[in-house]
């Protein structure tokens, strides 16, 4: 199990244990995280599962691709570090990775 | 793939119906294009049931179509691997032989139920049926603008803040700020540089989805200083009363506050239930409460199938969607032919159904 801790606008943290192989976004889900919609359930859609990757972090789970760079465009205030989490997979070298959540999803 | 502009669709296999006046009036009459809509067509055809079809997008496929045309499906029953699209592309050719009548970028309004038992209803283009049945297929709800979570903006939509432009003179002499890297904020930008006192173009980054011609054009626009290319976001309107006169925008360099009496934001489209929440069926969780025999709701005569239907149980899936179909034509059967039997076929062996299908 990989730990994974979000950080909700208000400074509240929970850290949640996750199976690897799913996806940040399914881990937030299964686990009530507030503030992340995932409306299209993972496809890369819709921009509403936006997440700040912490950044001792980003070098870890990497750049977004093209496709999730477009899908970035519909996010609002988007920053460096900013993800869409469902496109970021679990692994042993994410254990005790920091995401940010934002304020608002669209 | 969430924009406002989609590509275009080859949409010569599609009737759309021509525009009368009066009720038009059908058998069936259901809401939503997507996949579970476009197979209720199917399913009611069968039975001799027409139907027309309304779908607030400017093509069939709903979320296939909008959403993830290219993305795979895995899940539906005998296709291994589908994409969205080719999903819809066919549905259509499967319902071609019932020749369903489709009305797009229409939503369904209004809907009431007339003396002689049929429901009444009326798009926002004012297009109005008379149906026996109502069959509410719309997924996720209408999709709808997104609209861009800064402070107060409600109050300026329709005056100063425009997520479409009916008719480009209104925008004349105005201060206009284009917000987005799609195809609709290239669109317009390029349509109102004519127009506008000033153009800006907002975007996050200096790269854009648009069609690389528009880019193109935008780019030569900016050359010649008739459009302003701003990288960076919106964080905050000025005015009063629903009138804009100036945006906050966060760039690499600061905040700057431009000029701006018009805004055009294209943050893609979001799904809503919209209307369908005030026609008096009884909702689980904005989601329409059905029974699982007919998948009928609280309203004798009108249906709930595939995603924004709710029952102990319910999943989201395309199949269940069309499950949910085949059971709804049969309880429609009764209302629209309340003194025939219906003796179940098979497709495969019954001639009848082979004829209205076309088979030879």
């Not at chain 1, 679990?90 to 304020?103: E, N, S, Y």
């Not at chain 2, 284009?178 to 000033?198: E, H």
Request: aromatic share 6%.
């Amino acid at each position: 199990m990989t730990k994974i801790t979000f950080i909700q606008p208000d400074g509240e943290s929970q850290t949640v244990e996750a199976e690897n192989g799913l996806t940040v976004m399914e881990a937030a889900k299964l686990n009530d995280i507030a503030g992340i919609e995932a409306e299209c359930g993972g496809a890369c859609a819709c921009a509403t599962c936006h997440v700040y990757v912490d950044e001792a972090w980003r070098d870890k789970t990497g750049k977004a691709a093209d496709m999730e760079e477009d899908m970035l465009d519909f996010a609002f205030d988007v920053r460096e570090g900013s993800r869409l989490c469902c496109q970021i997979k679990i692994t042993d070298a994410l254990d005790g990775l920091v995401v940010r959540v934002p304020a608002k999803q669209f | 793939m969430m924009d406002t502009t989609p590509a275009g669709p080859e949409t010569s296999d599609i009737t759309e119906a021509a525009a009368s006046s009066g009720p038009i009036e059908t058998d069936a009459l259901i809401i939503g294009a997507g996949p579970c809509g476009l197979f209720a067509v199917f399913e009611l055809g069968l039975l001799d049931i027409k139907s027309h079809v309304v779908d607030i997008l400017d093509r069939p496929g709903g979320q296939c179509a909008e959403l993830y045309p290219e993305k795979p499906i895995y899940d539906v029953p005998a296709l291994p691997v589908v994409t969205g699209q080719e999903l819809t592309d066919r549905l259509m050719e499967q319902i071609k032989p019932f020749g369903p009548q489709f009305h797009f970028n229409e939503r369904i309004d209004s809907l009431s139920r007339e003396a002689d038992g049929r429901f009444r209803l009326m798009t926002d283009a004012g297009t109005e049926f008379l149906a026996k049945v109502v069959v509410v297929a719309a997924g996720g709800g209408s999709f709808t603008p997104k609209r861009p979570p800064l402070n107060g903006i409600e109050e300026y939509e329709g005056k100063s803040v425009f997520y479409s432009v009916r008719k480009i003179e209104t925008m004349r002499g105005h201060d206009i700020v284009i917000v987005g890297g799609g195809d609709s904020a290239l669109d317009w930008t390029l349509n109102l540089a004519p127009v506008a006192k000033s153009l800006t173009l907002i975007h996050r980054r200096d790269e854009f989805r648009a069609a690389p011609h528009s880019v193109e054009k935008m780019r030569k626009l900016v050359e010649e200083s008739t459009v302003r290319l701003l990288i960076g976001q919106v964080t905050g309107l000025e005015g009063a009363n629903g009138k804009l006169s100036a945006l906050d925008v966060k760039t690499a360099s600061g905040t700057e506050r431009i000029a701006c009496t018009a805004m055009l934001p294209f943050f893609g489209l979001t799904m809503k239930l919209g209307p369908v929440a005030d026609w008096g069926l009884n909702l689980h969780e904005n989601l329409i409460l059905v029974d699982t025999e007919r998948f009928e709701t609280n309203e004798h005569g009108i249906f709930a199938i595939g995603d924004i239907n709710w029952y102990p149980g319910k999943l989201k899936l395309i199949l269940s969607g069309f499950h949910e179909g085949a059971l709804m034509a049969q309880a429609a059967h009764k209302i629209v032919y309340p003194d025939k039997k219906l003796l179940f076929q098979y497709t495969t062996s019954s001639s009848s159904l082979q004829k209205k299908l076309g088979v030879k």
